[in-house]
């Protein structure tokens, strides 16, 4: 017999989880309840539960009330008292939970009972940094946050999964699915730029960058460094350092759209990562200990912009289906390079796809995503000549042409 199947240890398991929380709140706010109450009231969740047997219900209803009235009780006699009182909830809450916990160890679900405590005491001890994280936010980010709760939490679960449109090639779940990964991905860059503050490091500049959209900062330090030829080095750098992330992206991306197909993917995605990244270490060590000063972002949870990123992965999942039956591979080719101009995302996630459900293998399906970056980045090198001037296309469209080479090169002869 298992040693956590005895009743005893059952209870002595419940107890240690009630020690931990208690320690914390000991530690932090020990006017309702400390280091011995808490084990106290996770033994009394758990001995309830034994005695009352199969119809243990009832009598776990009423231990639950009493703690709840003794809670009550406590706050009513404190706040009588001229000592500070602090009208919160948390402790009581915290008591409540572990009550449960107590109950839940006895039933058998300590896997459970273990998680939800090690959740709790972290929720406690992380009081100050969520309280200083919630007082950084403003209405912007705020609305950012509650529209991915929007897309991801109430319009997805409704999405009907049901194919449709010719070939049977667009699922609506799956379209609006990656709209919630290419968003979230977004959203994660939006907010460590708003947390990290308007000024960083000329890396880390690049880094969120690349994470928010590498065109757009593009096209931000391109119209920058036109007529400011002292800034050409700068922006180049950034520009570099922001399309280089779009790989590492990529592979986010094929690991949770398909993670069968990432072991045979990583290894020349990786590669043109690692080229990329090379050409930037060189150019980086010149400029050390700039600061560049980030473009005021927008906020990447709009509706519109998750509507019309549906509407491009529906389409790009559509011109490969009729490329592939009309024209062979040579069509996909030419779907991905066309589609890569403007959005890796959208033909990474479609071909991902299309190898998850067998439709193609994984070595046209990485190929695929190569040609798509290559094109995206010649377009970047073109977009940053357009706005930047002709000595910033040198720089970005030098780096450009020699990463674009190893691409050609993966593509045919790897």
Known sequence: MDLDQHPLARLAIAALLGLLV???????????????????????????????????VWPLSAGLLAVAALAALNNLLRSRTDQPFDPGLTSEIALLLMYG?????????????????????????????????????????TRAIMQ???????????????????????????????????????????????????RVGLLLGGVLGGL?????????????????????????????????IVYLRVLVEIAVASPTLLPTAAWPIGGLFAVSALIVLLMFRRLRGSEPELPEQKNPTELGAAFV???????????????????????????????????????????????????????????????????????????????????LFARVGGAALVVIGASVGLVLLY
């Open 101 to 141: 916990v107590g109950a839940l160890v006895t039933l058998g679900y300590t896997q459970l009972g273990v998680v939800l405590t090690g959740g709790i005491a972290l929720l406690l001890q992380a009081k100050h940094q969520l309280h200083a994280f919630a007082g950084r936010l403003d209405d912007r980010d």
């Open 309 to 391: 990123f549906a509407a491009l992965y529906a389409l790009v999942t559509l011109a490969l289906e009729a490329s592939r039956d009309w024209f062979g591979a040579e069509g996909l080719y030419v779907v991905s390079l066309l589609s890569g101009l403007t959005d890796v995302d959208a033909i990474t996630l479609s071909t991902a796809q299309m190898h998850s459900r067998g439709q193609l293998d994984a070595s046209q399906a990485w190929r695929l995503v190569v040609v798509a970056a290559a094109s995206n980045l010649a377009f970047k090198a073109a977009l940053a000549g357009a706005l930047g001037g002709a000595a």
């Open 22 to 56: 208690g320690l914390q709140r000991e530690r932090t706010a020990p006017a309702l309840a400390g280091f011995r109450t808490f084990p106290l009231v996770t033994l009394l969740g758990g001995a309830l539960t034994l005695l009352g047997g199969p119809d243990y």
């Open 212 to 244: 928010i959209s590498s065109t757009a900062t593009t096209a931000s330090y391109g119209r920058r460094a036109h007529g400011a030829r002292a800034l050409v080095p700068l922006a180049a750098v950034v520009i570099l350092i922001a399309s280089s």
């Open 148 to 198: 991915f709760v929007l897309l991801s939490l109430v319009i997805l679960p409704v999405v009907p999964s049901e194919p449709l449109g010719p070939y049977d090639a667009i699922d609506p779940r799956e379209v609006w699915l990656m709209v919630v990964l290419v968003v979230g991905i977004n959203l994660g860059g939006y907010l460590l730029y708003r947390f990290l503050g308007e």
